[in-house]
Nanobody
Framework: QVQLVESGGGLVQPGGSLRLSCVAS????????MSWYRQGPGKELELAAT???????NYVDSVKGRFTISRDNAKNTVYLQMNSLKPEDTAVYYC????????WGQGTQVTVSS
């Protein structure tokens, strides 16, 4: 049974930082493209960052230079380091594993507010 479990969300002030983690089980993690999506209040689901099995990364323009996606295949974990957070980064953040099949985590709430 495949499971993706996100953690690390919370309430942070503007300009602050958070690191999200997503631990995967039940799949051959190193072969999957891993992504972080987010859905803000009243907004559509948005792809924030992606890292391929080879380590190539891609980001939506709104997070470039502030967010960093990384992976540790030995720990079956993908991370999203978020710096210089803005109120518009407030969202539920979801982890996705993509290959022949796609798997999603349950999400973790990130709130950026003073």
């Amino acid at each position: 049974q495949v499971q993706l479990v996100e953690s690390g969300g919370g309430l942070v002030q503007p300009g602050g930082s958070l690191r999200l983690s997503c631990v995967a089980s039940g799949l051959f993690f190193s072969t999957y493209t891993m992504s972080w999506y987010r859905q803000g209040p009243g907004k559509e689901l948005e792809l924030a960052a992606t890292i391929t099995s080879g380590g190539s990364t891609n980001y939506v323009d709104s997070v470039k230079g502030r967010f960093t996606i990384s992976r540790d295949n030995a720990k079956n974990t993908v991370y999203l380091q978020m710096n210089s957070l803005k109120p518009e980064d407030t969202a539920v953040y979801y982890c996705k594993a993509a290959s022949v099949l796609n798997y999603w985590g349950q999400g973790t709430q990130v709130t950026v507010s003073s």
